[in-house]
């Protein structure tokens, strides 16, 4: 069981120490240092197969679906190691939620989308307030509130997102993950997941992955920058700070080809 | 990977502004000449160059917001593009400087100067030469260069200073001379403000290579310094 002890209130949720994740022989991240602060929007960008989604599954043991993956350091979640084997890793993953690329709601009705959830974790509340209340949060209430019966595949990508992002916040999660959550979506929906992003982190803490350098500018409070550690296969977190400085004057001149996309 | 369009345009850019900068240069230096020989129809010439940098200035301009618009600059690219468009700004404050000391040589009529220029030519070449090296340190992005400069300003203010003193001296002893006299005063004043602004351009140079945005000379005076 996941308990919480002294640093539970501090500011930092997540932490990461000499955090590494291989799959079998392949070292795919190494030495990960980084704090995941509350009620902040932590966006973790950098090129292709530099590790930013392995590094973010392993924040909420989804790495371990994928047979054969180990993680190497520790990582903290409110104080307490998440790989501990008294963990239970189902509860890690609806402490910490997750928002995937492609909305994936269920093939079910959109009102079940999010009570399916909950009501497996045990939720004894009133069901119709929860679905009305993480729609709202969503910013979805007003575009579905009519049509609650209907399939949740019938809505257009940008609402199955929110969607999706609504079926994540029914059990409660203090930490939401999202892996490149608008790269499907047109610009307008896209505007409306980082509005909502804006919304969601007075109550949540927020890691998204991002191949949208603008939209981690935009949309971020903090910025790790993932390159492959120098003559290494394996990603790391090279500068993390927050995202005026990583945009405006970056430490770390492999972070300065970055951002200005000099990269390569 | 290079970007090479975008490459190719800030080099562009900077290329532009040093047209500019070498035509505010020219533009002082001509302004106190005139002034020196009382050839009204040269600070003619100077209202008309001035409407030329004004120009130009807002050609640089919408050539930046171009460049913001469509390559989205961040980091050393957004901070260049940013000090640019304060320098293009400080470039053409600099140009009405010798606008005003051209319709100061034209206002004068037939006026005699109070007194033989001396020290007001030494303030105008000191000043253009400060922004000749203060441009070169900026698209090279010099910092030792550009954190020295500004200390150059103190020889500038010093002229002033002598200037306003003969000035004062010529007035005390006779207080008709005083428009004269004011004439003068205004045209150093315009010299003394046009090195202190080389100075903020000197502090862009710093911002661009370094991402530090901080005052390098506060001992920037305003006007004149107590005796």
Redesign the interface.
């Given at each position: 069981m996941l308990q919480s002890n002294d640093t539970a209130t501090s500011d930092t949720v997540l932490e990461a120490r000499a955090l590494g994740v291989r799959y079998g022989d392949l070292l795919a991240v190494t030495d990960v240092q980084l704090k995941v602060l509350r009620n902040r929007i932590t966006a973790i960008i950098g090129p292709s197969g530099c590790g930013k989604s392995t590094l973010l599954r392993s924040f909420n043991r989804m790495n371990e679906l994928v047979p054969g993956t180990r993680v190497e350091g520790t990582l903290y979640f409110e104080g307490q190691d998440v790989y501990d084997p008294s963990v239970d890793p189902v509860e890690v993953r609806y402490r910490i939620g997750m928002v995937f690329q492609k909305a994936n709601p269920f093939p079910k009705t959109i009102y079940e989308n999010i009570a399916w959830g909950a009501r497996i974790h045990g939720y004894r509340g009133n069901m119709d307030d929860l679905v009305e209340s993480c729609l709202r949060q969503a910013a979805l209430w007003d575009e579905v509130k009519d049509k609650l019966g209907q399939s949740g595949l019938a809505l257009s990508g940008g609402q199955q997102q929110r969607l999706c992002i609504a079926r994540t916040l029914a059990v409660e999660p203090e930490v939401i993950l999202m892996d490149e959550p608008a790269s499907a979506l047109d610009p307008i929906a896209t505007l409306k997941i980082e509005e909502l992003m804006q919304e969601l982190k007075k109550r949540y803490t927020i890691v998204i992955v991002t191949h949208n350098m603008q939209q981690a500018a935009r949309a971020s409070d903090y910025t790790a920058m993932m390159m492959l550690a120098e003559g290494t296969q394996a990603g790391t977190v090279i500068e993390y700070n927050e995202t005026e400085t990583v945009f405006l004057r970056p430490n770390n001149k492999r972070t300065e080809d970055y951002v200005t996309g000099r990269f390569g | 990977?290079?970007?090479t369009t975008?490459e190719t345009e800030l080099k562009q850019l900077k290329d532009s502004v040093l047209v500019l900068g070498s035509m505010v240069e020219q533009a002082i230096l001509d302004s106190v000449e005139a002034l020196k020989k009382r050839d009204i129809s040269a600070s003619q010439k100077i209202l008309d160059a001035d409407k030329l940098v004004n120009k130009k200035r807002f050609e640089i301009e919408s050539q930046l917001l171009i460049l913001i618009a469509t390559q989205?600059?961040?980091?050393?690219?957004?901070?260049l593009l940013a000090s640019c468009m304060e320098i293009i700004s400080e470039l053409e404050r600099m140009g009405d400087y010798s606008k005003g000391i051209a319709n100061i040589n034209i206002r004068m009529g037939d006026a005699p100067l109070l007194k033989p220029l001396i020290d007001v030519p030494r303030m105008a070449q000191k000043g253009a030469d400060m922004l000749h090296r203060a441009l070169t340190a900026f698209v090279e992005e010099d910092i030792e260069t550009a954190r020295a400069i500004p200390v150059e300003d103190d020889e500038v203010d010093a002229l002033f200073n002598q200037v306003y003193r003969e000035l004062m001296t010529i007035v005390i002893g006779d207080p008709a001379t005083i428009e004269r006299a004011n004439w003068l005063l205004w045209t150093a004043h315009n010299l003394e403000r046009f090195a202190d602004r080389v100075t903020n351009i000197c502090e862009r140079t710093v911002f661009v290579a370094?991402?530090e945005l901080a005052e390098i000379n506060d001992t920037d005076s305003e006007f004149w310094k107590p005796q």
């Open positions: - | 990977m290079p970007r975008f989205q600059p961040m980091a050393h690219d957004l901070r370094t991402g």
